[in-house]
């Protein structure tokens, strides 16, 4: 280790001043790996194929897994991206290493607020900005260039290390679930932990672990009155409007302080613990820094305490937007036939998805039934996942916690994330084994958004913290 600590990042910050690092974090930026938009299926494809070329060059062994195709609103089959599962090692006297990532991003235009070209990595101020520097084209490098640099030192790699690595987490990670029931007795059977990059830090400055995300449902609440939109100086003012009876359901289903209207929803969320209180309260969270992160002048609530427990603990509803409304710059004086909202409900632990479902859905139409109104409502959950805790005295965080200590010379936060990870539960529901949620974004990097980053100096920190990790994990397996 005292090889690695020494030696590690001179290696990825070359003499002549190239940087191998940072050309294949551009590389990989510029490609439009968008998995939402059926158009750039191709481009997903080729990511994640350039990703499995990365893998095969240091020597590891990868099978390309094929998920099949699934069809569009519109009836049409498109293929689905091709599964990474490779391996490096088998000793049967080191533990086995997972860790799963993904290579597809969010939609990104310029013309959405970018300051930058979204899919040209650009460095502004130690700042590298472009849609998947942070979720997660940046992590999953940050990983393969740990493996790297054990062998390029020629230091013996302490772990057996496995990838499993998708293109379609953005969408919903079609197909990735069967494909993990499948090879539970084959690929996973030796894996002792599994390791997820996919989410950030609570601040700036200091490292975190996770060890819990909400669940999520999404709803589409589709009104209907007619085949075809019609004009509003016609029809204006003698007919129910579809667009005024999504509002009005939309308008019902949070108050003035965000708490969600439906009955029923709160009826099994766990009561806050003292135990839980304390947690929170040790926590060195700065409230100014996240609000200016967010760009937002104020919050529901105004302590820390508050904040994190309506983040981490308590579930939210958020709408979204609407489809079929006229959203292009200057004015339609167009009635839609149908429009229809998306909105979501972020669950946690105890709360059930199916119960959800029914509540949410019975609200709804009871709602619409007060108001007599002729038009067609539709209610449909394209997505849902389950809310996800683990153990925090398990080996795996023993091991990050040493490692986090090492590299960063601070302990880590033990944090919650309020965003859904399905893949957490998921694993843990099928393989049974240890997963832990490793965050290497900082609070700041806003993933999903128009100013998507890694800081330069961060990122070539955590590819450290990562090798320095696998060699953490040997020793907490054998402590």
Known sequence: MDSLNTTLVPLHSSRQGLDPMMTTLKEWVAVESDSIQPELRQEVTRMVELTAD?????????????????????????????????????????????????????????????????????????????????????????????VESFRALKLDIPVN??????????????????????????????????????????????PALTYGTRGNICFSVEVRCGERDLHSGSFGGIIHEPMTDLIALLDSLVDTSGRILIPGVYDDVASLTEEEKK??????????????NSGVKKFLYDTKEEILSHLWRYPSLSIHGIEGAFHEPGIKTVIPAKVIGKFSIRQVPHMDISIGEHQVIKYLEDVFSKRNSPNKLKVSVPISAMPW??????????????????VFGQDPEMIRDGATIPIAQTFQNITRK???????????????????KISRLKFKKRHRFAAFYLCCSRSAKQG
């Not at 805790?389 to 090492?406: C, G, H, Q, S, W």
């Open 161 to 206: 290390l496995k990838f499993i690595i998708e293109g379609m987490e953005e969408a919903g990670s079609l197909g990735l679930e069967e494909i993990i029931k499948k090879e539970n007795q084959r690929f996973f059977s030796d894996v002792d932990y599994i390791v997820i990059s996919d989410n950030l830090w609570l601040s700036n400055r200091k």
């Open 54 to 146: 990365r893998l095969r060059a240091m020597g590891t062994t990868v099978e390309l897994v094929k998920l099949g195709s699934h069809k569009l609103p519109d009836g049409q089959s498109l293929p689905l991206p091709p599964l990474i599962l490779a391996e490096l090692g088998k000793d049967p006297q080191k533990p086995t290493v997972c860790f799963y990532g993904h290579v597809d991003v969010q939609p990104a235009k310029k013309e959405d607020g970018w300051k930058t070209d979204p899919y040209t990595l650009t460095e502004i101020d130690g700042n590298l900005y472009g849609r998947g520097a942070t979720d997660n084209k940046g992590p999953v490098l940050a990983w393969i260039n740990a």
């Open 434 to 452: 240890s997963v832990m949620m490793l965050p290497i974004g900082a609070a700041d990097d806003a993933e999903h958004s128009q100013k998507e």
């Open 279 to 292: 947690l929170y309260e040790a926590i060195e969270f700065d409230l100014e820094e996240y609000k200016n």
């Open 389 to 406: 805790v683990a153990d925090i005295n398990d080996p795996l965080y023993t091991a990050a916690r040493m490692a986090i200590k090492t």
